[in-house]
């Protein structure tokens, strides 16, 4: 046989034979945003990937102040009870830009940036919220005159939207790594949040599901392609919900969402049924999360003051576990809410601190295999190469997930 016929004989079989499934890396879940920065792909990816294994601790303003300090650098309630740093950091941007230099939770704007940069050099994760004032009577977020419908696309008080959004826009473009080769910092953006509830202009009651997945696409849309911000994962997260299908009423798509989370506190008064409750909530986001390629996250939580000083291992890092058992992606990260100076909120609080009556039970919380705090972060921001998988305190996670 000559080397021309063999040659052509060779490209008929490859011809003949069925086009293989795609590979694996091919095939893998990627962030909402086509455009994605390479650091934002591989923050989306590796936070799957680890959360069947493990789960990321998160405080809210945790460098910003704690119960007895405020502004004080390098400071925090979770560090100086465990000796760790947490791995999430929670930030808030309410009320409205334009008003002041300083947030609702008295955090300055400028401060709170640069302790974003310490996380990102840290190798933590920012996540951020917003609760924006009603833009249509001037009130805070928990306002809940109809507002929606007016400051949608077409309507009357839609520039009102667009000036928040242009606001919002230069802040996130203003969180960028310092030195030469700057970068834009990855960020987890939750807007709209708990809408599930009632308590926001927003949320159940004050406007439709159609609605309401009008403005989070508006966001989305508005953000991405007409400010060009492309290092953004965008957090869906409903807090009261019967079951999968009042979870998923008002999800704007897949193109549009790139976390499922649930915000859910405990109460003292139904301990037994959160039990009960909270752990076939966590599955569902978690089962809903693989379906769609998400990641899971318990977005927001806590026991305010925290009176029971077994809370951290025997339900919190119970319940986690139980949403990851049997699955292929669990809850990647879970953030508490923020422990108020005292002198404004003696009893909002709700990480240790140290004397807290449940810092023990944390320090065992954070020693457990499954919880990551910042001293055992692996390298969030970056892919593993040749396929040899997330490296978490000598463990190696596959990215195959």
């Given at each position: 046989?000559?080397?021309?016929?063999?040659?052509?004989?060779?490209?008929?079989?490859?011809?003949?034979?069925?086009?293989?499934?795609?590979?694996?890396?091919?095939?893998?879940?990627?962030?909402?945003d086509p455009e994605a920065t390479r650091r934002t792909r591989a923050l989306f990816a590796n936070l799957r990937s680890l959360s069947n294994e493990h789960t990321l601790f998160g405080h809210q303003d945790d460098l910003a102040y704690g119960v007895y300090w405020q502004r004080e650098d390098g400071r925090s309630d979770v560090q100086e009870t465990c000796g760790a740093y947490p791995a999430v950091f929670g930030w808030e941007l309410g009320r409205k830009f334009g008003r002041g230099k300083w947030n609702i939770d008295s955090v300055n704007y400028d401060a709170m940036r640069r302790w974003m940069?310490?996380?990102?050099?840290m190798g933590g994760v920012n996540t951020i919220g917003w609760h924006l004032d009603n833009l249509s009577t001037g009130g805070t977020a928990w306002d809940t005159s109809t507002t929606v419908r007016d400051i949608l696309p077409g309507a009357p008080l839609h520039h009102l939207l667009v000036e928040q959004l242009d606001m919002l826009a230069d802040y996130l473009k203003s969180l960028r790594s310092r030195g030469i080769f700057s970068h834009y910092i990855p960020v987890i953006l939750r807007p709209w949040h708990e809408h599930t509830g009632s308590w926001f202009w927003w949320g159940a009651r004050s406007c439709?599901?159609?609605?309401?997945?009008?403005?989070?696409?508006?966001?989305v849309d508005y953000l991405r392609?007409?400010?060009?911000?492309?290092?953004?994962?965008?957090?869906?997260?409903?807090?009261?919900f019967e079951d999968e299908s009042h979870y998923m009423r008002n999800y704007p798509g897949d193109e549009y969402v790139d976390i499922l989370g649930l915000d859910y506190y405990y109460r003292s008064y139904n301990l037994e049924q959160i039990k009960i409750d909270l752990p076939a909530k966590l599955r569902i986001v978690a089962d809903l999360a693989?379906?769609?390629?998400?990641?899971?996250?318990?977005?927001?939580?806590?026991?305010?003051?925290?009176?029971?000083?077994?809370?951290?291992?025997?339900?919190?890092?119970?319940?986690?576990?139980?949403?990851?058992?049997?699955?292929?992606?669990?809850?990647?990260?879970?953030?508490?809410?923020?422990?108020?100076?005292?002198?404004?909120?003696?009893?909002?609080?709700?990480?240790?601190?140290?004397?807290?009556?449940?810092?023990?039970?944390f320090i065992q919380f954070s020693r457990d295999e499954r919880i990551i705090l910042?001293?055992?972060?692996?390298k969030l921001y970056k892919r593993p190469k040749n396929g040899s998988g997330l490296k978490v305190a000598g463990a190696s996670l596959s990215q195959n997930k």
């Amino acid at each position: 046989m000559t080397l021309i016929k063999a040659q052509r004989l060779l490209c008929l079989l490859l011809l003949s034979i069925p086009a293989l499934p795609a590979l694996n890396a091919q095939n893998a879940a990627a962030p909402s945003d086509p455009e994605a920065t390479r650091r934002t792909r591989a923050l989306f990816a590796n936070l799957r990937s680890l959360s069947n294994e493990h789960t990321l601790f998160g405080h809210q303003d945790d460098l910003a102040y704690g119960v007895y300090w405020q502004r004080e650098d390098g400071r925090s309630d979770v560090q100086e009870t465990c000796g760790a740093y947490p791995a999430v950091f929670g930030w808030e941007l309410g009320r409205k830009f334009g008003r002041g230099k300083w947030n609702i939770d008295s955090v300055n704007y400028d401060a709170m940036r640069r302790w974003m940069r310490q996380v990102y050099d840290m190798g933590g994760v920012n996540t951020i919220g917003w609760h924006l004032d009603n833009l249509s009577t001037g009130g805070t977020a928990w306002d809940t005159s109809t507002t929606v419908r007016d400051i949608l696309p077409g309507a009357p008080l839609h520039h009102l939207l667009v000036e928040q959004l242009d606001m919002l826009a230069d802040y996130l473009k203003s969180l960028r790594s310092r030195g030469i080769f700057s970068h834009y910092i990855p960020v987890i953006l939750r807007p709209w949040h708990e809408h599930t509830g009632s308590w926001f202009w927003w949320g159940a009651r004050s406007c439709t599901p159609e609605e309401y997945v009008r403005l989070w696409r508006f966001t989305v849309d508005y953000l991405r392609n007409e400010k060009g911000l492309h290092h953004i994962l965008y957090a869906y997260s409903p807090d009261v919900f019967e079951d999968e299908s009042h979870y998923m009423r008002n999800y704007p798509g897949d193109e549009y969402v790139d976390i499922l989370g649930l915000d859910y506190y405990y109460r003292s008064y139904n301990l037994e049924q959160i039990k009960i409750d909270l752990p076939a909530k966590l599955r569902i986001v978690a089962d809903l999360a693989e379906q769609h390629g998400k990641v899971a996250a318990f977005t927001e939580t806590g026991f305010e003051t925290i009176p029971d000083k077994n809370w951290w291992t025997q339900m919190l890092l119970r319940q986690l576990q139980s949403a990851a058992r049997d699955k292929s992606i669990g809850i990647a990260y879970v953030l508490v809410w923020r422990n108020a100076y005292h002198r404004s909120k003696s009893d909002h609080y709700y990480a240790p601190f140290p004397g807290q009556v449940s810092a023990g039970d944390f320090i065992q919380f954070s020693r457990d295999e499954r919880i990551i705090l910042q001293d055992r972060l692996p390298k969030l921001y970056k892919r593993p190469k040749n396929g040899s998988g997330l490296k978490v305190a000598g463990a190696s996670l596959s990215q195959n997930k």
